[in-house]
Each structure stands twice: as C-alpha cells, then as structure tokens.
C-alpha cells in the first residue's frame, strides 16, 4: 500500500494468523495489555476520551456556550478549572462538551468510510477483471490529491459546518480502505480453505461473507486505531481553518483558531484544548502501534 | 464677527485659522458664542483658507511630547519598518481602493494636497506648492514646484498632472468617484494654464472639492510616460501594469514589491520636497495577529495600525512601545438584508444587538456608541437622533410582529479568523437564543466576503446579515452614505451589499449631494440617518471606532488623522536617538 499523505499512517503489514483456539478474548485482551505498557496507556486514554464523548456534555459543570463576557479570559481557579475564554465561557466545560465533536466527528467519518471503502475494496478484489481496473482507477483519482487539500476543497465548495466536514473526510478517507481490502481479498481468494469452500459449492456470497470478509477484519481493525487519531486531528484541522465546526460549537479544533489570539496573555485558553487534542491522538496512535506490533508474528514477543 | 464679545470671537478666528480647531469645534464654540451661522461659515471659511498661501514648501513634523523640532538628536537607524495584516494585490493607485493600499501610497505616490495634522477640514501642501479658489468655489487653481520628478525621471508638470487625472477618470476604476463627482469632463474642465499651473473648473459652487483632493484614495498623480510605455490595445490604461508597479513623485521610490510578502522603499533622491528622515521603508505582510505583536514587541518592527483591542491593552505596559490613540470618521456595522427582512424585523434585531458587552467587552474601549452611519467627527452628525440600547423584550415583540415566529434561523457571515467579529456575532447569537431565535455562523475567508459583498450575487441568495464598517474618503455625510445605501450603489454598482432601496433615502441623498450649506447638510443628513436607522434601518450600527498605532518608543513626528485612517506620514516621521 502506497499511502504518501501528510500526517498518514505506516503502512499495516499483518500476517494473518489465527490465535489458538484455546485462548478466549479476555485473556488475548490481558496479553495485549502486558505486552507494552504503553498499550494500557492507550487503553486507558481512549478509554477516557470515548467516555467524555458520551457523558462530556453532562459532566460540565458550566454552560459551555452561553457567553458571560464579565468572567471573560479569567485564570484557571477553583470554579474554573481550565480558566474561561474570551467569551467568559468556562474551557473545562468546553472541552468536556467537546470530544463528542472531534472525537465522535472522526469516528462517524471512519465508519462511514470504513463501510464504502470495504465494500469497494470487495468487489474489486473478488469480481477482478473490469470490474477492478474500474474501481481502481477510481480510487486512485481520489488517492491522487492530498487529503487534507482534497478534503479542504470538498469542505469549501460544500460550505462550511460539521456535516460538510464528515463528507469531506470521509471521501477522503474510504481510497485507503478500498485499497486495504482488496490488497487482503486478492491474498485469501487463493488460499486453500477458499478454495475448498468454492470446490463443495459455496455462492460467492457465502465466501465474501463467511470466509474472505471475516479474515479482512484484523487488517481493518489495526489500520482503523491508526486512522482515529488523524481524523481527529483532520476534523479539529478543517475546523481550525473555518472550514468545519463553526462557533459556538465547542469543537477542540475552533477552540485552539479562537485562542491562537490571545495565547500570549491566556495561556489556559489554547492549552487545554490542546492539550486533549494531543492526548487522543497519542492515545489511538499508541494503540493503533501496539495492535500492529501484537498482531505481526515478526514482533510479536513469545 | 459678532460685535458683543469680540475676544473671544478673536480668539476664535486665531484657532480656526491656526488649525488648531477641527470644524466641529469651531462650528460648537461659535455657537456657544452667540455667532449666527453666517458668521461661523465665515470662520470656517478663514480656516481653510488659512492653508491657501503657505510658505514652507513641505511640512516639518508636528512635535510630540518629548520631542525637540529643532536641533534634535536623531538616530543614526534610518530604517522604517511597518506590519500589514495581508497583502496588496493592486498598486494602482487610480484603482486600488483598498486601507492598506493607500497606506504604501502616501510613501511613493502624492495627491496635490494634503490633510493637515488632525485636522479634517485643513490643508497643506503634497504635490501642489500653492492652491486657491474663487469666492464662489467653482475654480481651483494648483501651483506645482518647477522641479517636480517622477521616480521614472520623466518630469510632472501641469500637463503630467492633467493627463494623470484624465486617467484616472476615463478608466473609471475603484475610487473614482471621489473625483468624478466634481470632475465629469476631465478635458474641459481640467486646464493647464501654464507649465507649473493647473487649473480646476466647476459647474457649479463646489465648497467640498479640496476635501476631496486630499483624499487618499483615488487622486494621486501617476506617470503619464509610464502609462504611454506600457498601455496596449486591451489595456489602454495600462492598469495591469500600474497594478503590479510604482512610478509617483512621492519621497520614497519602489525597490522591492512582492505583493504578498513585502514592499521595500528607498529615498527618493530627486524628490522636489524636503527630504525625509528614513533611508528605507519596508512594509512587511503578517496574517496572524499574534506575530505582529511579537514582532513590535521584539523590536524588528517598528509601527503597526493594525492590533487587536485586547493586545493593545497589553502592549499599553509595554514600556518600549508607544500607543497613539486617536479618534476616526468610522463607524462599524451589522448590514441586514434588505429583501429578506421586512423594516420590522431589522428594527427588532437593532434592539438584540449586544452594545455594551461589544464596546467593553470585545472592542475595550476602541469605540464608542453612535446613532447611525455618521461618525461625531463628520460633518452632518446630528446628535438629536437617539441611540439604540439593547432591549431584548421590544426585540422580541418586533420580531413577533414581523411575523418571525419562535425557532426561526437567520444567517450571520463575517471574516474568518477575524476573532473580534467572531465574539460579536455570538454575543449577538447568545442574545437571539434568548427570544427563541437561532442564528447561524457562516464564516468565509476575506476575499470570498469581499467578493460576495461587492459582486452581483442577487440579495435572496445572501445572509441575513453580514458585518462591515466604513469611513469616508473625505470628510462628508454624503461620501460616507450614498456608496453604502444609495440604491444606484447596491451589489457590484458600490458598496451597499445588502441592497438597502428606500426611495425617501435616495431622494434625500440627491439634495444633500448639491448642498451647499453646512445647515443644509446637517439637515439633509439628519433626515437620511433617521430613515436609516430607526424608520427603515439600513444596519446595527453599533459603534463609532476609536483606532490606535503602536509605534517604538523611539519614534516621533507620527500624526494621525480620522480621516487617513492606519496611514503614515512618512514624509515627517523620524526616530530619536535614545
């Protein structure tokens, strides 16, 4: 897989193999976990951030969008943990109120492109011929712009909210998925058992979905953690640019454009968004590495 | 004069023709006196002829505190730096109309006259040595010194003036109309008397014509030998090149000209006039906020006009900086969409408009309230008109009555990344939400704004609302107006982006275009801001703009003007030796 974009993943290389069937799914997650304490990290960070995403909004103690210009750019104190914006409006609860934005955005964007890009990557890689050179040629005209001026573009032309900005990234995102799957399905269309299930009379249904799908998913589930992060980073990008999530929206990435003028005299404003940005994207990342490594047989420790 | 108190009347006189006095004092005082208006025009008249006849042939710097205009301790630095927030995509300066453009003008380019000191209504000499008119101000007549050059060495004299102006009319581009309103027939009422003598021929009595002159947008004298060079069939004025090229007679000739990145200037050392104090100017472009101020805190810039309110309270403690304050002709407001919103609903809206919270809040202080279009610096502001308060019960009810139901959504655009406008437009949103009504953010980069405000896009296809402000280019109730909401302005014909159309207004913007007295003008212009914000509101005008410099503390003879707004004299600025 070519993948030459700003901010873009390493590229997945999974053998698969299929873990002994005595191990159950609590005892592969405990070994995952101890494999590297930087995996518990992981776990633990996104752990808090996806809690955030759905309890976020009910946890601030403080309207995060109803201004209040008397407390405006106020220090962080004991009523205001993370200090107030320029605005008056407490950051605590802004960035609480906030992960269901950046972090929720991403994953909708994922899941939308992991769905397209599976299905393409499907069809191309099993039905061949035409059919994948058309497909392909397709994905390759959306890989051949760089996906953060592509998705720019997409956001500009479509107009500026949260819903343009999850068209935009998720157009930008699927080529890569087409092209994951398909690389995978053209691997396991020669394998023995889907051999054998073709020569007992399996539909070409039955192995898409029985038996090539199924083995895509570990390949998918890696490449997914990797790609959180940098949706994340993408969504809160666009935003930044005034191209996404328009104010009041609490969103990390319009917090960070609104305090970049005032950082010098409100430390706290740009920080802690900031701050919450990075943490989610170091937590995907160090999951996203420590399943690769976990899954690859070549690093995997015994 | 009045005969009853002859003193002060005396005193009076000396002010205004001093310049000391801007007209709206003067026209105060001399009511507070007991002088007839007659009298009080006499006066005002004695004022600006007060620069008719001067004997220096270029200013010298306006002393500042600490600073000594004779035998002063000069630094040996004779660099200038100066920070833009964008760039300036057409030099041409009979085009260009544009703030920051014509800050880089006033380095390499001349108007025949120029505002003098603070002053809105005196003059003093650029170009142009000596200049007079005829009692009845229908002639005006230009002296220029003999040995004026443009940067091209080509040399500008009566004819290079005329056919200068001839351009800048025929082509018809940007600012045109501060001259074209004066001047329809650049052939026959532009005459050439003798080599160093042009003369000005008016239809009729036109009180306002060297106002106009020494405004700095539009007439600046260009090369005519350049624009012979490089005219061809398709551009006959040669604006593509003057758009990307500089040849004035200006004190500081072009060196460098990237215009997205930065201008540098040098001396110009034929320069008929006295020779400025900086070797170099160089103007530097900045996007962000946040680098300008470093920069001008680090000392590698030396002035900005352009920080936000709330840096400028910081770099206020700033010991090594100094910030000039001084008050404008601007007014800032919110245009509401003229085919969208009935008088009812605009009305209610004005009375939503956060006041308070964006003059303390967001503006600090650089503003105060003001009761329409007409800044208290104009001539024509009429302080009988009331101010609107934030009311967001009678909003409420308005709206109600416009037959804006409860849930309803409206559009907002502003300029990205503008943080000022984007506070203001949630206090704005923060007010609606609390009558029920939605307001929704759009923002859009700067020129994507600019291009939707000035382009022909239909009124039914923009926001409800979108964010502006304006001044004039010379000190008039009608030059500020008629661009923004007379209806021959609207979409890409001018300024009025919202298509404000009230027959009454354009009616009343007709007389006060050939007003002739300053009562008529106040009256006329009384009228026309009434209509405009309170029977049929235009906009929320939200507040009269109070700007500021930052310049290093080193730095003298810098002189802001209300009306050259974010400009540089840089003919008497200077840096002491500290």
């Known amino acids: ?302 | 004069m009045d005969p009853r108190r002859p003193e002060e009347s005396l005193a009076l006189l000396l002010a205004a023709r001093s310049g000391r006095l801007t007209r709206r004092q003067i026209l105060s005082r001399g009511l507070a006196l007991g002088l007839s208006t007659p009298t009080i025009l006499a006066l005002l008249a004695a004022c600006s002829r007060g620069g008719e006849t001067p004997t220096a042939p270029a200013p010298a710097a306006t002393p500042q505190p600490g600073q000594t205009p004779t035998g002063r301790r000069e630094s040996t630095n004779r660099e200038f730096v100066v920070l833009f927030f964008g760039g300036v995509p057409d030099l041409d300066p009979q085009s260009a109309y544009d703030n920051q453009a014509s800050a880089l003008f006033l380095a390499c380019y001349e108007m025949l006259i120029k505002l003098k000191g603070e002053s809105t209504f005196d003059y003093e000499p650029m170009l142009a040595r000596e200049w007079s008119h005829n009692d009845n101000f229908t002639e005006f007549t230009f002296k220029l010194p003999p040995n004026a050059v443009f940067h091209d060495g080509s040399p500008c004299d009566a004819d290079a003036v005329k056919r200068s102006f001839t351009r800048f009319l025929k082509m018809g581009r940007g600012p045109v109309n501060v001259i074209s309103r004066f001047v329809e027939d650049p052939d026959l009422q532009i005459q050439v008397v003798d080599t160093t003598t042009i003369k000005f021929v008016m239809t009729k009595p036109q009180p306002l014509f060297l106002a106009a002159m020494a405004s700095e947008y539009g007439p600046l004298i260009v090369s005519p030998k350049a624009w012979d060079e490089h005219k061809t069939a398709d551009d006959e004025f040669a604006h593509d090149w003057f758009s990307q090229n500089i040849v004035g007679t200006g004190p500081y000739k072009p060196v460098e000209l990237l215009q997205q990145e930065r201008f540098v200037f040098e001396r110009f050392e034929q320069y008929h006039g006295e020779r400025p104090f900086f070797d170099r100017i160089i103007a530097r472009v900045v996007p962000e906020d946040a680098t300008r101020r470093q920069l001008m805190e680090t000392g590698e810039a030396h002035a900005c006009a352009y920080i936000n309110p709330e840096d400028l309270l910081a770099m206020k403690q700033n010991p090594n900086l100094q910030i000039v304050e001084y008050d404008t002709t601007e007014v800032d407001w919110i245009r509401m969409n003229y085919a969208r919103l009935n008088a009812k609903a605009r009305q209610g809206f004005c009375y939503a408009w956060p006041y308070q919270e964006v003059i303390e809040k967001v503006l600090r202080g650089y503003a105060k309230p003001i009761n329409g279009p007409i800044a208290d610096t104009v001539i024509g502001y009429d302080p009988s008109i009331p101010t609107y308060t934030t009311d967001l019960q009678k909003a409420k009810q308005l709206l109600s009555e416009a037959g804006i139901k409860e849930g309803d959504t409206f559009t907002y655009m502003y300029s990205s990344g503008d943080q000022t406008d984007a506070a203001m437009a949630q206090l704005f949103q923060a007010n609606l939400a609390q009558i029920g009504i939605r307001l929704e953010l759009q923002q859009v980069e700067r020129a994507a704004l600019l291009e939707l405000a000035y382009g022909d896009t239909p009124p039914e296809q923009r926001p409800h609302f979108m964010s502006g402000g304006w001044w004039p280019d010379y000190n008039d109730s009608w030059n500020q107006i008629y661009p923004n909401y007379h209806s021959d302005s609207v979409g890409s014909k001018g300024s009025n982006a919202m298509f404000y159309q009230n027959p009454e207004v354009d009616r009343l913007m007709n007389q006060l275009k050939d007003a002739a007295t300053e009562d008529e003008i106040r009256r006329l212009t009384g009228q026309i801001v009434r209509i405009l914000t309170w029977d049929d509101p235009a906009a929320i005008f939200y507040a009269q703009i109070k700007k500021a410099t930052v310049l290093q503390k080193d730095i003298r003879g810098y002189v802001p003007n209300p009306i050259y707004i974010n400009s540089y004299n840089f003919w008497a600025m200077w840096r002491e030796a500290l």
């Open chain 1, 1 to 302: 897989m070519e993948r030459t974009t700003t901010a873009t993943t390493r590229p997945v290389t999974v053998l698969l193999e299929r873990p002994p069937r005595q191990r159950t799914l609590s005892s592969t997650v405990i070994e995952f976990l101890r494999h590297s304490p930087l995996n518990l990290l992981g776990v633990v960070l996104i752990a808090l951030f996806l809690f955030l995403v759905v309890f976020g909004s009910v946890l601030a103690p403080h309207d995060p969008i109803q201004p209040n210009v008397a407390l405006k750019l106020q220090p962080p104190s004991s009523t205001y943990w993370f200090g107030t914006d320029e605005l008056g409006r407490d950051v605590f609860s802004r960035v609480l109120s906030g992960a269901k934005y950046s972090l929720g955005i991403a994953f909708i964007i994922l899941s939308i492109a992991v769905v397209v890009g599976t299905l393409v990557g499907l069809i191309a890689g099993y039905v061949g011929g035409l059919v994948d050179e058309l497909l392909m040629r397709l994905t390759d005209l959306f890989l051949a712009f760089p996906a953060l001026v592509l998705a720019m573009a997409i956001a500009a032309t479509l107009g500026r909210n949260l819903q343009n900005t999850v068209i935009a990234l998720t157009v930008v995102y699927w080529p890569w998925y087409a092209r994951l799957v398909r690389g995978q399905v053209l691997w396991l269309k020669e394998r023995e058992f889907i051999e054998a299930a073709r020569a007992i009379g399996a539909s070409p249904w039955r192995i898409v979905g029985r038996h090539i799908l199924p083995n895509t998913f570990a390949v998918i589930i890696v490449q997914l953690t990797l790609d959180v992060g940098y949706a994340v980073l993408a969504t809160s990008g666009l935003s930044f640019l005034g191209l996404g999530a328009q104010p009041p929206t609490p969103e990390w990435g319009t917090m960070i454009a609104g305090a970049r003028t005032f950082f010098r005299d409100a430390w706290w404003y740009i920080t802690f968004p900031g701050l919450a940005l990075t943490l989610t994207v170091l937590g995907f990342n160090l999951l996203g590495d420590g399943l690769r490594d976990f899954l690859d047989p070549r690093t995997r420790r015994r």
